[in-house]
Nanobody, 116 residues
Framework: QVHVMESGGGVVQAGGSLRLSCAASGNIFSITTMGWFRQTPGAQRELVAS???????NYADSVKGRFTISRDYAKNTVYLQMSSLKPEDTAVYYC??????????WGQGTQVTVSS
């Protein structure tokens, strides 16, 4: 079992920055990939960024060049640094941890609101 806890959401003006954090606990040695997804009402949850256990990162085209994902193995934490935020980045952001058994664990979500 892996427990996932996000923090760092909030309200920011367009062009601003926010950093999201996600701490994993429990059976952390089973975690391979950690990532961030986001979801707006009526839409499917979509991948924002992910990072593997060998530090290979992947980004949605819509956030490339603006968002950076990083991972602190000592703290079992993944971060999402978001810059040049746009109103269309407004969503609930969810942290995901995938284990070596391809089981997904999710956080409760954190709201990010970008005002124009």
């Amino acid at each position: 079992q892996v427990h996932v806890m996000e923090s760092g959401g909030g309200v920011v003006q367009a062009g601003g920055s926010l950093r999201l954090s996600c701490a994993a606990s429990g059976n952390i040695f089973s975690i391979t990939t950690m990532g961030w997804f986001r979801q707006t009402p009526g839409a499917q949850r979509e991948l924002v960024a992910s990072i593997t256990s060998d530090d290979r990162s992947n980004y949605a085209d819509s956030v490339k060049g603006r968002f950076t994902i990083s991972r602190d193995y000592a703290k079992n934490t993944v971060y999402l640094q978001m810059s040049s935020l746009k109103p269309e980045d407004t969503a609930v952001y969810y942290c995901n941890c995938r284990t070596n058994w391809r089981v997904d664990y999710w956080g409760q979500g954190t709201q990010v609101t970008v005002s124009s």
